[in-house]
């Protein structure tokens, strides 16, 4: 956190000067761990068995905060009988289906709860990305696989026209639910002894039972001491009086069981009370400023604004099947019509009537994953032809640069917007690819436009943090010559388009033609004014008077909202994002610095901060409570809760949407109003984590026979350029000895977009370098200060070499495990350049969130400097030849053959 | 008008995270130009400023120990040592061996093997010490250097004339010569900020607040109450560096709280100010010259006398 992200590591130094403990857990000792009470280094890619460990820890030694969990989660809950765990299925769970790599989640049901059905109505798609069968893609794209795939297609019957249609996974709601989790309904038994076989407490400790402290010092490379004194941090913080907070980055996402560790982190929360209280919670620090924003108001391909799923084009033919389909029977996502309307009404304006289901047909559909490489995959396939890049560097800063940049030069145009000249905008002159010859430029037809962009210093806007805190940032200079914002480029594009469309009678034209665009603009250049599409963002009725919260939108059309949980940010008509208040001169929540959704709420989930009968848990803690005589939540926040329903409120049966929630119902959003603590439905690998090594790594799984998750998303990328290694104890796994993590340091900024064009941080930091221990080096013969060059299955990169004790060795499976590091910011042009180290990683993903693995591999190096020319893709094939590689290497799974791990 | 207090700087090492915000913050205010290192890679941790100097004026020293702090452990035991091997992996050494040449051997293992995984990085921002006793000021000819209302001492960029006896006469090796310009450039504790009322650049760039700036001696005081914390907490080697009045310089209007010896950090232990000896110099100077005289005198006397017994 120190050093990614400096100035909110201010934080944690005050709440260190106030007593805190610091807990820093990361293969590398970084700048945070040097100020952290203590570091401890674990192997790359086993959080999961870390965070497991701990979970055993507690439930075997009753230190779970009991009537939090009893009240709050769904512990007591019982599943269905038909639910096979990991214990009973050699590492996997009941449903698996090994070809398709994905579950079945019918067995993972609470007894007497169903999923709703119109999930299921997905499921009779394929359920791959499906490749093309009239061979029109690049041949160098096709693989045994995709042709199998094409038996599973979903049998599009468009004739020639190319069609990327597949379905949604069967168990991939996380495609398509929003953030409340799947919806669930029925009457769920409970035994709130927790005593029953089948409760979700007692089949989490069977699950978890298996994380001992052994089993994580011989995974993690944590020696069992240490892991037992975070234990005993951990717990002893976590009490009616005290709360402990977990922070994490994408060191914990870019993983192909990334949502599962955050999962894991979830469980071990709620077990300990850590949620809905203050000082608690589970901190994503996204990577830039304002990604929390542009997961809210989505950059993604399967959500719509506040979370709401982007309809399926099998099953979601009209409004109501969908609302109907999507939205939950209890708590706040029962609403959803409501959200969905005003924001079609947003969209559309007066376009939008009851008559033409307020243009929900103008919604795109999904027809599967499209995510970012996915997209990829089909530009390769000459099937994606134009493509924005905004605000990212994908020939540096995304997995498998090469594949990125042979991608784009696949496409017919290419439109490239940062305030630096970066190499996804010059790869197709001077890129890598260009040095070994592998393209040329005369080659290539990809018209490539760069377009100078804005900081955020020349232009008005809001970021929003990770605590979905809106923070309003004024421009401060005119952006120079030919440079725009973002807004003003889109803004401007929409608008010359609808000029170009004017007049058309074909009807797909309509959505783009009836969309309301008419926001002011100011100053010689038109910049759109950023303030009119937050008030449109935070929505007005029918007479435009601005709403105030996302309570008073409704499902008739009556009221217009860009984004509901963003309603309230422009209330009374005064940019609530804009408060600046000084801390001194207002409460310690300081609700009036600038905004926070929902409702300006701080704490999500806070009526947990009340123990169930409404008092605070104790005094110290005092966050929300329920005040008998007013017959009110009352205290420090917004209640997230309904204002006015008393703790001991037993909803009457027939009873829906949010009076269906109990009054100890904390958990508002969910289905069941309950923490899950096991998930019935919703994920697509499974209703508990569970560690499987990453896709490459040198060690066989030491929990499981099973190496990988069986569920990661590897199918629809399998490419000659993104080759996986074998693993662990599979042949060929010693040719790549070592795990390779990558990182940043504080000196640049991600893909170097922002740091390497700047003189004052290029020369802090003016070099790529690889971190390696002492042992590694002297074993390699790695000199400091010299060259060395690492190698996988996708490439070669070369950097300089910094041998340091802040990459320790680990003991792993009684071994010496050696890892190296490498900062990912350099790439071939700016002030300072290097090879990029995402070069190395592969396009492997999570199946849930589509993310890329890049935190955890494993790789071979060597002193020197990386071959030249053609001798480089040479080096690399013949790494591949001597472990002996195939396109199926890494790819499919066996099962529970091998001896390793303890089934 | 009564002057302002004397203003300067309480540098809390302890809470530095090494961001390099108060470099880049320094740069960009003062206008100063960037200074890429020779070779591109310097190996030595993750400083790359190397030093203060005339286009650095904050630098923060990265320094490995292995030294417990926090209980980082690896499970790893070190192995034993081989003759070749040295007490720590030196990287300020290393680095000095220069980036691209090989040193003999890698240094991988400490003295002794066990207890594993000590270790601790410490990081410190250093900048002009703005010395009571200032000897750059002491000796500058043109009265380019000056010391403010504020007790900081100043170079007048139009008025240094490049003679460079500034440079020299620094106890710290702070103030330095600009390559392509002769002059000299050194931290004016942002002369032109503090004048309307703001903070240093750096200070105010500064997340963790190991950067503080103030009135000397509320700074003192502040510095006084974190070590006497710090000591109560079982850190017994932390110290202040440059608070006391009476040391070599007359103590420091920056100042520091260390947490190791000086000379970890690249300070000089016991600095003088280089001008303290220059009155007694002169005192024996004259004297000297006296003597030289005197002796000339009774040179030229005795000359007279024999010149007259000649005679």
Redesign the interface.
């Known amino acids: 956190m120190?050093e990614c992200h400096?100035?909110g590591?201010?934080w944690v130094?005050e709440a260190k000067a106030r007593g805190a403990t610091v807990i820093h857990v990361d293969p590398r000792?970084t700048?945070?761990?040097?100020?952290?009470?203590?570091?401890?280094?674990l192997r790359a890619g086993t959080d999961i068995a870390f965070l497991g460990g701990i979970i055993n820890h507690v439930l075997q030694n009753e230190k779970y905060f009991h009537d939090y969990v009893v009240a709050y989660t769904n512990a007591a809950t019982i599943v269905g009988e038909d639910f096979r765990d990991t214990e009973d299925l050699a590492g996997v769970f009941s449903g698996l289906d090994r070809e398709d790599k994905s579950y079945d989640f019918e067995t993972w049901h609470y007894e007497g709860g169903m999923v709703q059905a119109a999930s299921g109505e997905r499921d009779q798609v394929g359920s791959e990305r499906v490749k093309e069968s009239d061979g029109a893609g690049s041949d160098g794209a096709r693989s045994d696989q995709a042709r199998s795939d094409q038996a599973r297609s979903d049998g599009d019957g468009s004739g020639g026209r190319k069609s990327r249609a597949s379905g949604v996974k069967r168990a991939a709601r996380g495609e398509a639910h929003g953030s409340g989790g799947a919806g669930i309904s029925g009457e769920f038994e409970t035994d709130e002894t927790l005593q029953h076989p089948r409760t979700v407490f007692q089949i989490l400790k069977r699950h978890f039972a298996r994380y001992t402290p052994e089993l994580v010092?011989e995974t993690c490379?944590?020696?069992e001491?240490?892991f037992l004194?975070v234990c005993e941090l951990l717990e002893e913080n976590s009490t009616p009086e005290r709360t402990s907070a977990f922070v994490y980055s994408v060191g914990w996402t870019h993983h192909t069981v990334g949502v599962q560790y955050i999962r894991t982190a979830s469980i071990l929360q709620a077990l300990l009370g850590n949620i809905g209280r203050p000082g608690g919670g589970i901190l994503a620090l996204r990577g830039h400023a304002s990604i929390q924003g542009s997961t809210d108001i989505p950059t993604l391909f399967n959500i719509l604004p506040g979370y709401i799923p982007m309809p399926h084009a099998e099953s979601s033919p009209d409004l109501t099947t969908f609302v109907s389909a999507e939205k939950a029977e209890k708590g706040y996502w029962a609403e959803l019509g409501s959200y969905l309307v005003s924001l079609l009404k947003s969209y559309w304006g007066p376009a939008a009537t009851p008559d033409n289901d307020f243009c929900f047909d103008y919604l795109p559909r999904l027809t599967g994953s499209h995510s970012s490489f996915e997209t990829v995959m089909a530009q390769l396939e000459g099937e994606c032809t134009g493509f924005f890049v905004l605000g990212e560097n994908p020939a540096v800063g995304s997995a498998n640069a090469k594949m990125q940049r042979l991608a784009m030069a696949s496409l017919d145009w290419l439109v490239v917007r940062d305030f630096s000249l970066i190499e996804s905008a010059t790869w197709w002159k001077d890129g890598p690819e260009i040095e070994t010859g592998e393209l040329r430029t005369e080659d290539i037809g990809t018209e490539v436009f760069f377009l100078p962009a804005a900081a955020h210093t020349e232009k008005d806007g809001s970021f929003t943090n990770t605590q979905r805190l809106l923070q309003w940032h004024h421009q401060a200079v005119e952006p120079a010559g030919d440079v725009r914002s973002d807004l003003w480029f889109l803004f401007h594009l929409g608008r010359r388009i609808r000029e170009k469309l004017a007049g058309s009678t074909d009807e797909r034209d309509r959505p783009v033609l009836d969309l309301t665009w008419d926001y002011p603009t100011k100053g010689s250049t038109d910049e759109p004014e950023a303030e009119a599409v937050l008030a449109e963002i935070n929505g007005w009725d029918g007479h435009g008077t601005p709403l105030s919260s996302y309570q008073q939108l409704r499902d008739d059309g009556s009221t217009a909202c860009g984004c509901w949980i963003y309603c309230g940010t422009y209330a009374d008509g005064v940019n609530q994002a804009a408060r600046r208040k000084p801390g001194t001169e207002q409460d310690w929540v300081a609700h009036e610095w600038g905004w926070a959704w929902p409702a300006n709420r701080r704490i999500l989930y806070n009526r947990a901060s009340a123990a169930p009968d409404g008092a605070p848990w104790s005094e110290r803690k005092a966050y929300v409570w329920w005040d008998p005589d007013e017959k009110k939540w009352v205290g420090h926040d917004v209640p997230d809760f309904s204002p006015t329903k008393a703790p001991d409120h037993v909803p009457p049966k027939d009873a829906t949407g949010v009076a269906a929630l109990s009054g100890t119902d904390a958990f508002i959003m969910q289905a069941d109003g309950k923490a899950w603590l096991y998930v019935p439905a919703g994920l697509t690998d499974g209703p508990l984590p569970a560690h499987y090594e990453p896709q490459e790594s040198p060690v066989a799984n030491p929990v499981y026979p099973e190496q990988r998750n069986p569920a990661r998303q590897i199918d629809s990328v399998v490419h000659p350029e993104n080759r996986f290694q074998p693993s662990g104890d599979e042949p060929g796994a010693q040719v790549y000895p070592y795990a390779l993590t990558t990182y940043r340091?504080?000196?640049h900024h991600t893909a170097g977009g922002m740091s390497r064009w700047s003189?004052?941080?290029?020369?802090?930091?003016?070099?790529m370098?690889c971190e390696v221990s002492?042992?590694l080096?002297?074993e390699r013969g790695?000199?400091?200060?010299?060259?060395a060059h690492v190698v996988t299955a996708r490439n070669v990169i070369e950097a300089?070499?910094?041998?340091?004790?802040?990459i320790?060795?680990?003991?792993v499976r009684g071994e010496?495990l050696h890892q190296v590091g490498l900062p990912y910011h350099w790439g071939a042009n700016g002030l300072?350049t290097g090879d990029a180290a995402n070069e190395l990683t592969s396009l492997v993903m999570d199946p849930n969130v589509h993310i890329m693995e890049t935190k955890a591999l494993a790789c071979d190096i060597r002193p020197g400097r990386r071959p030249r020319g053609p001798d480089r893709p040479a080096l690399v094939e013949s790494y591949r030849r001597r472990a002996g590689i195939t396109e199926r290497t890494g790819v499919d799974d066996t099962g529970a053959t091998r001896t390793g791990g303890t089934a | 008008m009564t002057a302002p207090p004397r203003m300067g700087f309480f540098t809390d090492t302890s809470v530095c995270i090494g961001c390099k915000a108060c470099e880049v913050a320094c740069k960009e205010w003062n206008a100063i130009p960037a200074d890429f290192p020779e070779g591109g890679f310097t190996g030595t941790s993750m400083d790359s400023s190397e030093g203060l100097g005339a286009d650095t004026w904050r630098h923060v020293a990265f320094v490995e120990q292995r030294r417990p702090l926090g209980g980082q452990d690896p499970g790893v035991p070190r192995t034993a040592p081989t003759p070749h091997d040295v007490a720590h992996l030196d990287v300020l050494s290393l680095a000095g061996q220069g980036a691209s040449s090989a040193p003999a051997h890698i240094p991988a293992s400490p003295a002794e093997p066990g207890p594993a995984g000590d270790f601790r990085w410490l990081m410190s921002s250093d900048v002009c010490k703005h010395c009571t006793h200032a000897a750059c000021l002491d000796v500058c000819p043109t009265g380019s250097l000056f010391r403010t209302e504020f007790g900081t001492v100043v170079v007048q960029e139009d008025i240094c004339n490049g003679c460079g006896y500034c440079v020299p006469a620094c106890p710290y090796g702070v103030i330095d010569q600009r390559k392509d310009d002769g002059r000299v450039w050194k931290c004016t504790l942002c002369y032109d900020r503090i004048g309307v009322g703001a903070e240093p650049a750096c200070a105010k760039a500064c997340p963790t607040d190991s950067i503080q700036f103030g009135p000397l001696d509320e700074l003192r005081e502040r510095a006084d109450a974190r070590l006497a914390q710090l000591h109560g907490a079982g850190i017994d080697e932390a110290r202040l560096y440059g608070r006391d009045p009476a040391d070599g310089v007359g103590g420091d209007g920056a100042f520091f709280l260390l947490l190791d010896e000086p000379e970890v950090y690249g300070l000089p232990p016991d600095p003088v100010v280089t001008t303290r000896d220059l009155p007694r110099m002169w005192r024996h100077v004259g004297t000297a010259a006296l003597a030289l005289v005197g002796g000339v005198a009774a040179a030229f006397a005795s000359t007279i006398v024999t010149g007259g017994r000649r005679r």
């Open positions: 120190a400096p100035v590591f201010q130094m000792f700048r945070t761990s040097a100020l952290a009470d203590l570091h401890v280094p010092a490379g944590v020696p001491e240490t004194r340091i504080a000196e003189p004052y941080l290029s020369e802090l930091a003016p070099a370098f002492p042992e080096a002297r790695l000199t400091h200060g010299g060259w300089r070499v910094m041998v340091t004790d802040r320790p060795d680990l003991r010496v300072v």
